[in-house]
C-alpha cells in the first residue's frame, strides 16, 4: 500500500449485530445435529453455509482504504473504488441523525448477519449504499451524480476529515 492511503477495518459490530450473527451461525450446527438424526435438513445446511460465505465474501467490506485518488472499499472477493472528485462531502452521522437525513426506510440485502450490507431505500435520500457493522458513529458520504453511502468504518471521524473536499 502507498505511503499516501490509509487502510481502516470495518468498525467492531454493534451488540445488536453479534446477537443476530450468533443466532444465525448457531444454526450451522443445530442444522448438522438434526441431519445426524434422520432429519433431511441437509439441504439447509448447505443453503445456509452458501449465504454465510457469500455474505462474507462478497458483502461484508473487510476495509476502508483513503488515498489521494479516493475511496477503495475492500471485500475479500471484489474491490470498489470511489473516485475523489465524486466526495462532495463526508461526515460522521449518529443513529439520531439517520431519521431526519433519511425519513422512512427498507434495507435490501444483507440484514443481521455480520451487519446491514446492500442497499437502503430511503424517501428523503433515494437509494444508499449501506455497508455497516454497526448502529452508530456512521460515515455519510454524499456523491456527484450517484447515490450516498453509508458506512462503518474504524475511527470515521479521521476518515470524514481525509475525505473532506479541500476548502477553495
Do not use: N
Not at 433515494?126 to 450516498?148: F, H, K, N, Q
Request: charged share 20%; glycine share 8%.
Amino acid at each position: 500500500m502507498p505511503p499516501a492511503q490509509r487502510r481502516f477495518r470495518l468498525a467492531p459490530m454493534s451488540a445488536v449485530f453479534w446477537v443476530i450473527t450468533l443466532v444465525v451461525l448457531g444454526l450451522l450446527p443445530l442444522f448438522v445435529i438434526l441431519s445426524l438424526g434422520g432429519a433431511p435438513l441437509w439441504l439447509g445446511v448447505v443453503f445456509l453455509a452458501l449465504i454465510c460465505a457469500g455474505t462474507w465474501l462478497t458483502m461484508r467490506p473487510s476495509a476502508f482504504v483513503v488515498g489521494p485518488d479516493g475511496l477503495e472499499i475492500v471485500w475479500p472477493a471484489r474491490r470498489w473504488h470511489v473516485a475523489r472528485r465524486e466526495i462532495t462531502s463526508a461526515r460522521v452521522v449518529s443513529a439520531r441523525d439517520l431519521r431526519p437525513l433519511l425519513g422512512f426506510a427498507v434495507r435490501v440485502g444483507v440484514g443481521g448477519l455480520w451487519g446491514t450490507f446492500g442497499l437502503l431505500w430511503s424517501k428523503k435520500a433515494g437509494w444508499v449504499s449501506c455497508y455497516v457493522s454497526r448502529v452508530d458513529e456512521l460515515l455519510w458520504i454524499e456523491r456527484r451524480g450517484a447515490r450516498p453511502l453509508l458506512l462503518s468504518p474504524e475511527r470515521p471521524h479521521e476518515v470524514a476529515r481525509l475525505l473532506s473536499p479541500e476548502p477553495s
